[in-house]
């Protein structure tokens, strides 16, 4: 049988309700439930190829070779793969991402969510939904969240088959927009991997995670009563609890730059007089500040004002992981 070239996209995600610190680091079975938005525009396309020419696997992002960290979570990933196929050919694997490199987009849930699709299908798998959010866990727990559209939640189980994520509502549910407030395009110092390991060493990460039902609780229904004032309260209370856990972690981790605050007190100053909007962080120094699709363009706007603020990229919910092309 002829080896198939398979091309698949996922977009990258942002958290409102955050996924911070692991109960299992292998698997990625995260101490808490997270919710996101699928960031459409902003993704990853993956194609894969195996090759029985090939003596080891091959990755290229944004057509360099890749370091030898990334090459390794890859195969790791593919090795999960080779074993629920019973294939074990190597394979090409190239990867580019559509928004700027160094932006400071987190390109590991849009990458492992693209990968495992592109990578399952070329193996001859036909995962469901739930399969291929299980597979991308494991390469970055995030990734699970790129699998499905819209709206999505990542149910935390305890295992392998219960920790995976499901779509809350359709990317037309919510006309809601992410404004990203690119502050710093350099890598940052400490990745989540890390940070992850970091999170049980705060003592206000128990509180953090004891009080996570009720926050995601929250979350749901403000998307799908599509509350905005409540949706605000409740992704800034989110953003907030995860920052103060790494910053008293040992060694504390400080993502803040000066103007990552100046953004934070600006979108709150807008929220007073009237403005239907809110920040949320990731790891890393840009805001995303999200509001409703009417007033994007006075968003946009206004973030572009703020001394230091780079550069403003937007993004409305995006579709699930999807494939765009496949030839045998
Ligand atoms: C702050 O999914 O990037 O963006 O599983 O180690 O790849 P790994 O971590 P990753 O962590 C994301 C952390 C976060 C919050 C979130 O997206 O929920």
Redesign the pocket.
Known sequence: MNNATVTAVACA???F????G?RD?DL?I?ANG?I?MNLDGLYTQTQVSFDPALTSDHLVINDRPATDPAQQRVRKLLNRVRQMSRKHEFAWIISQNNFPTGAGI?S??SA?AALSLAATTAAGLDLSQRGLSRLA?T?????C?SVPGGFVE?RAGDSDETSYAYSLASPEHWDLMDCIAIVSPAHKPV??????NLAGSSPLQAARVNDARRRLEWCRRAILERDFESFAEVVELDSNL?HAVMMTSTPPLIYWEPVTLAVIHSVQAWRRNGLAVCYT????PNVHVLCPGATAHQVIAQLNQIQGVKNVLSASPGPPAHLIESNS
């Not at 990745?191 to 992850?196: A, F, L, P």
């Not at 962080?281 to 890393?284: E, F, H, K, L, V």
């Open positions: 995600n942002i958290a309700i955050k996924y911070w692991n680091p990625r995260p997270s996101s987190a590991s849930a492992f866990r390469g970055s727990g995030s990734a969240r990542w990745g989540s991997t890390e940070g992850h995860m962080i990731d790891a890393g």
